[in-house]
Structure formats: structure tokens, C-alpha cells
């Protein structure tokens, strides 16, 4: 059995993967979970928009999630900070002392976390108004 040698010291190991692992942290970061090209959503991000206006979320947070009597969520940080399993918690168990109900229970909105996340995403990135996306065309 053969014994590699390494040139590189034991420090300039660790800075090297250090910097492998901060650099994959930030690409994951850029990835978006939504997909817009040439004026085309893709299936999953509609799928999210129409759980939103089938699970009753635009009574408390207004068209497009804009604002209403609850949370404003295209400005909101969970979506600014990429905070997806807060988003999650947040959907599923509801928000203790507000009106954001858990909605464990409904079976379609449970279904679509990823969509309504991916839907939400782009409309606090500004890549969506509020409007109704069936104007759109889909593509894949």
C-alpha cells in the first residue's frame, strides 16, 4: 500500500476546506426556489400561488401577500433571509399571540410547503407582483 505525502500544512488543510465550505454555503444561498424566464413561472411556483388564494392566506395577508390586517409578506424576513424551515414552522403550527392559524391540518397546504415558499420567495424578490398569475404564460 502506497503512502501519499502532502506538501501543504495541516493549517493550510483546514483554510482551504474552510473556504470550500463558506463558498458552497453562499452558492446555496443564490439558488431560488422559484423559476421566471422570459416571462414564464414555473409549475411549481403557480401551483404555490394557487394554494395561497385556495388556502385563504390573502384574507389576512392581501393580495399577493401585500399586507391586510395581517403580515406584510413580500417584505417579510423570513423570505429576505432564505429562513424556509421557520417558514415551515410558521405554516404548520401557527404564530403563538397573532392570527397565523397552524395549518397542520389542511391537507393542500401541507402538500404545497415547497410551492407556497417558492411563490412567496418571488414575490418578496420582486419577480412577481401581486396580480393574477393565470395571465401568465406557464412553461417548465
Not at 394557487?50 to 423570513?78: D, F, I, P, W
Not at 433571509?81 to 410558521?90: A, L, T, V
Not at 412567496?120 to 412553461?139: E, M, Q, T
Request: charged residues 25%; glycine residues 12%; positive net charge.
Amino acid at each position: 500500500m502506497k503512502k501519499y505525502q502532502t506538501h501543504l500544512k495541516p493549517k493550510t488543510i483546514f483554510f482551504l476546506l474552510l473556504t470550500l465550505t463558506v463558498t458552497n454555503s453562499f452558492a446555496a444561498d443564490d439558488e431560488k426556489p422559484y423559476q421566471v424566464i422570459d416571462g414564464k413561472i414555473d409549475e411549481n411556483t403557480f401551483e404555490g400561488w394557487r394554494t395561497y388564494n385556495g388556502g385563504g392566506c390573502g384574507q389576512c395577508h392581501g393580495r399577493g401577500g401585500s399586507g391586510k390586517s395581517g403580515k406584510n409578506l413580500a417584505e417579510s424576513l423570513v423570505f429576505k433571509n432564505n429562513d424556509k424551515e421557520k417558514f415551515k414552522n410558521y405554516i404548520t403550527n401557527g404564530v403563538p399571540n397573532t392570527l397565523m392559524k397552524p395549518h397542520k391540518n389542511d391537507g393542500r397546504v401541507m402538500a404545497n410547503l415547497d410551492n407556497l415558499y417558492a411563490y412567496l420567495k418571488a414575490r418578496a424578490d420582486g419577480v412577481l407582483g401581486s396580480g393574477n398569475l393565470i395571465k401568465l404564460p406557464l412553461g417548465k
